[in-house]
């Protein structure tokens, strides 16, 4: 399925929208995780646990949209947007992403 972040496809005519689609992943970071990432904040560099965690969760709500996309008859996701955002509390951190789109039926123009 194509997923674009336009609301348009180049070369293709839209024949049907579906409307919008959506899809969400929560995942949790170990204390750990935290505890050195929190170290690496402070003398620089990058998290490379929280980068998987974030790659993770973006496929997850990402795929979840594509299905609930299927699920309507659409061929494709337009308008897809991603919004990250990291929820703490308890002791340790949650990534949540959230992606949305427009599922629509794409024919050749």
């Not at 689609?21 to 170290?39: P, Q, R, S, W, Y």
């Not at 996309?69 to 949540?96: H, K, P, Y």
């Not at 992403?97 to 629509?104: E, L």
């Amino acid at each position: 399925m194509l997923v674009v972040t336009t609301p348009h496809l180049e070369g293709q005519k839209i024949r049907t929208y579906h409307g919008m689609v959506t899809g969400t992943a929560i995942l949790g970071a170990n204390i750990f995780k935290d505890i050195f990432a929190g170290i690496r904040d402070i003398v620089g560099g990058r998290s490379a646990a929280y980068e998987r965690e974030l790659v993770k969760a973006k496929d997850i709500a990402v795929q979840e949209m594509i299905d609930e996309a299927r699920q309507r008859g659409a061929n494709c996701v337009l308008s897809v947007d991603l919004d990250f955002e990291t929820i703490t509390g308890g002791g340790g951190s949650m990534l949540m992403v959230s992606a949305s789109g427009t599922a629509a039926e794409a024919i050749p123009a």
